[in-house]
């Protein structure tokens, strides 16, 4: 079997499936994917994830490349892997967005949860080698001590929002499944994942909209005092550690980020700046139940999977920026 994570050999194409595969992630993972020579599988319903994001790579020549208009939840799920017989499946696909996990706990947990299994009864159905599953390193430790920050994978799992507890139960499903059936798992436990085609409209984290604001040349809302802090990893570092995980890391979850706290008022001055726009930012009310401060660990992901993050903040903002042509100005 040809190993995901370098570039088959002539003539020999590994085939792979993403699900998700039209959302911000999943498309710049599709690319990364079809640069080194693999047939992919794309599924998505489409509900956010969009064509567009796939235009280029659908349009290249040499490209081999399927696009299923699926829904995870469905027995479809399952028939298509048996039908493509991906040799990895990199599951995506998911209700990525924090808020409607507690407005609507029940569809959060259908498209997260059995949207897991289908995929990995599929993938025992099909033969499939490995699933390789993005986990949330933002909600599964719930709220660490600071003492703890950056957090590493041995930090109880203690997520405290409904999204956060599917994403836990799915890790669940991974390892019995490995237990039961075979099926081979590496679980990313990603940090606030940023870069271009993010969509500021959807489930996007702050600098997208912070970007969508500053191109319109318009103030940034900081909620609260702004001193709250995340860990901001570019997609392209993340995407390299999805192909890294095709074959490397079995059985672990593995922590996807920089290691370092970043506030929202340094993000903030760090955008504005690289866009040019000098208005200072408005604040907002805290918003109830926000993490105040997050970072992971990525040291085992380091000795597992070869990985580490890159891309400075700088130079990931500004990539932001660009995606939308001109920037605002003062």
Not at 86 to 103: I, K, M, N, W
Not at 180 to 191: D, G, K, S
Not at 216 to 243: I, K, S
Request: hydrophobic share 40%; charged share 25%.
């Amino acid at each position: 079997m040809t190993r995901v994570g370098g570039r088959p050999e002539p003539g020999a194409r590994t085939r792979v499936m993403v699900t998700g595969g039209a959302g911000f992630i999943g498309s710049n993972l599709v690319d990364r994917l079809l640069a080194e020579g693999h047939a992919v599988d794309v599924v998505d319903d489409l509900s956010t994830g969009k064509l567009a994001n796939l235009a280029d790579a659908r349009a290249h020549p040499d490209h081999e490349l399927t696009v299923h208009q699926i829904d995870v939840r469905s027995a479809d799920m399952v028939e298509v892997m048996v039908h493509r017989r991906p040799e990895v499946v990199f599951h995506l696909a998911a209700q990525a967005d924090v808020r409607v996990s507690v407005d609507r706990p029940v569809f959060d947990a259908e498209v997260n949860i059995l949207g897991t299994v289908r995929v990995l009864e599929g993938a025992k159905a099909a033969g499939t080698g490995r699933v390789v599953f993005a986990a949330s390193g933002g909600t599964l430790y719930g709220e660490p001590d600071p003492a703890d920050l950056p957090v590493r994978e041995s930090h109880p799992h203690r997520p405290l929002s409904p999204y956060g507890v599917s994403k836990k139960s799915a890790l669940d499903y991974l390892v019995c499944y490995r237990e039961l059936h075979a099926v081979e798992f590496c679980a990313l436990a990603l940090a606030n994942v940023y870069g271009p085609r993010q969509d500021p409209h959807g489930e996007a984290g702050v600098v997208a909209i912070f970007a969508d604001r500053l191109r319109r040349g318009e103030a940034l809302t900081v909620y609260g005092d702004g001193e709250q802090t995340r860990d901001f990893v570019y997609v392209d570092d993340v995407v390299d550690a999805f192909v890294r995980a095709g074959s490397r890391g079995g059985g672990l979850v593995l922590n996807v980020g920089t290691g370092r706290e970043v506030s929202v008022n340094e993000l903030a001055r760090e955008m504005a700046v690289a866009a040019g726009v000098s208005l200072p930012a408005v604040h907002a009310p805290l918003r109830p139940g926000e993490l105040l401060r997050s970072a992971l660990d990525p040291g085992r992901a380091q000795i597992h999977l070869g990985w580490r993050s890159w891309t400075a903040l700088s130079d990931g903002v500004v990539a932001v920026l660009d995606q939308g042509g001109s920037r605002g100005g003062s």
